[in-house]
């Protein structure tokens, strides 16, 4: 295991979003909670708030520390998936609850976590140093007209069909 790892800030429900994570991805669990002592500003005592999970084997710090910092895309996890169905599972499992799509393979989820589902066929078709420019071109400008990744519409507009 590396020294560097994420740590992510939730105003109130560190420990609820956890949990939420390591019921969707293998490889994941809690492996600690710490409480907030008494002289904690803006935490009430006892309520959950330093988590330590891991996600699909990294591991993730996350704390519930009041709403003075949000959680925006300018950071996301990155699900790279082997086919439609992992794209299909990851994508229902992460949006419920309250998430919400955004575009070309990415959503927030209901704590407001950015993620990328992306297949790994998508870089063989578009930045492969093997992939055909022209297909290269019409994969991506129909990856850029999805939410949710379709891997055969992508091959579809590479193959120029």
Not at 122 to 132: V, Y
Request: proline residues 6%.
């Amino acid at each position: 295991m590396g020294i560097v790892r994420p740590h992510l800030w939730y105003s109130d429900n560190a420990l609820e979003a956890a949990e939420f994570y390591v019921s969707v991805f293998p490889n994941s669990r809690i492996l600690d909670v710490v409480h907030a002592p008494a002289d904690m500003p803006g935490v009430t005592k006892g309520a959950p708030f330093v988590v330590t999970f891991e996600l699909d084997g990294q591991r993730v710090d996350a704390i519930s520390a009041g709403p003075s910092l949000q959680l925006d895309a300018a950071f996301s996890f990155v699900v790279d998936c082997a086919d439609q169905a992992e794209i299909d599972h990851y994508w229902d499992a992460l949006l419920a609850g309250g998430g919400q799509e955004v575009a070309c393979g990415w959503l927030t989820d209901r704590f407001g976590l950015s993620w990328q589902v992306v297949p790994t066929r998508l870089m063989e078709l578009t930045l492969s140093p093997d992939a055909d420019p022209e297909g290269a071109a019409r994969a991506t400008q129909v990856m850029l007209t999805q939410k949710k990744l379709d891997i055969a519409a992508l091959e579809a507009a590479y193959r120029g069909e």
